[in-house]
């Protein structure tokens, strides 16, 4: 189909609000030299309906997702900004409602709907409590407010990722975050015991039984008193399920408590001027919150320097290959694993000193490094398959000790010379959010850190 053709199929697709035909109409003409501008134009407002569809159902995390994709391809879109400004007054968020507000107007200055909703609450804003002009952020001088972040029950750098953007929400609301990997951990043996501690340093000296559990001071109301220790609480289904920054943001009371996944790509964009991480990119921010945040426990850090000492004593390689539950999820993984073995080849031409450390779940992958390079792989004795189904999904010797074998790699790894890796793994991400490499580092994969659609993916896959 020529690209103008497209584009006036866009057009009338938009007109009758035919969605997800804009979407495909639009999404390979970006980059088109004559088309592209167009295309981008169409694909906001695109974006920017289905927010406001979002909006009436009163799913405030899914209409700002959509505004804040609308914005990357259209900026000055006013419809957009105004409809912030609305997503951020529902969620308790006055102030930034009002930014939104005023950047509406700025865009279209004719447009009376952005001018009359931009004097309402500038009229009103003065009036409001003062607790509540100031949010996110507390009031000085107030009584601790606690964020619990509960496990999501995903894979170990996976859960990692999840208290990282919890500890920036942390950070935005003044509270101070308690991280609790329960029953529902996949690194967890059970008995109620907090996994979390068992691998990294508390975040604080608060546990989550310490927390206070006053009637009504607890967010959202799913949880009480009496169950706050418990998991698998409407995560993906029910009241107060899916929840996410926007909805926790406002809160005033002295608990909030987080059990969904939260991404800093969808975070970053409420991070306040004077913040030393606003305009950041997501990839700076995540390394500045894990140095901030994330301490490896001691035991777990000895584990990994005995196994240094006796098998790894010189120069080394480290990479990282994926298999199983990777080969599901993505159809292109043998060739990104293939693009790996070449890499790693390479590298070790120029190191003819260097042994390689594989970090893998997969005893195929590890037979065929083993095959390719022979006594110079060195490799961890853990839980690996053959199959298609995550170690931490199948039954195993336990799941704590699953979780010992991960973190092992992963601090063997960083003390690599050189590492090769594979973006799209949470691992490898991790492992290059941790060391700052200075190019001694290849990662496979184009992954966008800043693309808001995997959110909006995992948001609506169980809608």
């Known amino acids: 189909m020529k690209t103008a053709q497209a584009i006036q199929q866009a057009t009338g697709a938009l007109a009758r609000g035919d969605l997800s035909q804009v979407h495909a109409l639009c999404g390979p003409l970006l980059d088109d030299a004559r088309n592209g501008a167009q295309a981008r134009t ?37 419809e957009a900004h105004h409809l912030l400004g609305g997503v951020a007054w529902m ?14 107007v700025r865009c279209n200055p004719d447009w009376p709907v952005a001018r009359a909703d931009r004097e309402r609450a500038e009229r009103e804003f003065p009036a409001l409590p003062e607790a509540l002009r100031a949010a996110p952020a507390p009031l000085p001088g107030g009584a601790p407010r606690y964020l619990l972040i509960k496990a999501w029950g995903a894979g170990f750098f996976s859960e990692v990722h999840h208290v990282i953007g919890h500890c920036l929400l942390a950070e935005l609301t003044g509270r101070i975050p308690v991280v609790h990997w329960g029953d529902n951990c996949l690194f967890s043996d059970g008995g109620g015991v907090d996994a979390f501690r068992h ?4 975040l604080s000296d608060m546990a989550a039984a310490d927390l206070p559990r006053e009637e009504g001071g607890i967010f959202p109301p799913k949880w009480t008193a009496d169950n706050l220790l418990t998991d698998n609480n409407n995560v993906w289904n029910g009241p107060f399920s899916r929840l996410g920054p926007i909805d926790l943001l406002g809160r005033a009371e002295p608990l909030v408590v987080s059990d969904f996944y939260c991404w800093v790509s969808e975070l970053k964009h409420w991070i306040p001027d004077g913040h030393p991480l606003h305009g950041r990119p997501v990839r700076d921010i995540n390394r500045a919150l894990i140095r901030k945040y994330i301490a490896f426990a001691p035991p777990r850090v000895a584990q990994a320097a005995a196994f240094r000492r006796e098998h790894l004593p010189g120069p080394y390689v480290a990479v990282h290959v994926r298999g199983s539950d990777k080969a599901v999820e993505r159809a292109d993984l043998k060739a990104v694993n293939r693009k790996t073995m070449g890499l790693v080849e390479r590298a070790l031409k120029r190191c003819p000193d260097h042994r390689l450390f594989v970090l893998t779940d997969s005893e195929v992958e590890l037979e065929r490094f083993t095959k390719a390079f022979g006594e110079r792989v060195v490799s961890t004795r853990c ?5 298609t189904v995550g170690v931490h999904f199948q039954e195993g010797p336990g799941r704590v000790r699953l979780g010992e074998e991960v973190v092992r790699d992963v601090l063997l790894a960083l003390e690599a010379d050189y590492f090769v890796g594979n973006v799209y793994s949470n691992i490898s991400r991790f492992v290059s959010e941790f060391k700052d490499w200075r190019g001694a580092a290849a990662f496979i994969g184009d992954y966008d850190y800043e693309k808001l659609g995997r959110p909006l993916l995992a948001l609506t896959a169980k809608a």
């Open 42 to 78: 169409l694909l906001a407002r695109a974006h920017f309906l289905d927010a406001a569809q979002w909006f009436q159902k009163r799913q405030p995390r899914l209409a700002d997702l959509r505004c804040r994709m609308a914005l990357e391809l259209a900026p000055e879109l006013a």
């Open 91 to 104: 969620a308790g968020l006055p102030r930034p409602g009002l930014e939104r507000f005023r950047a509406a």
């Open 383 to 387: 839980q690996r398959t053959r199959g």
């Open 199 to 202: 691998f990294f340093k508390p």
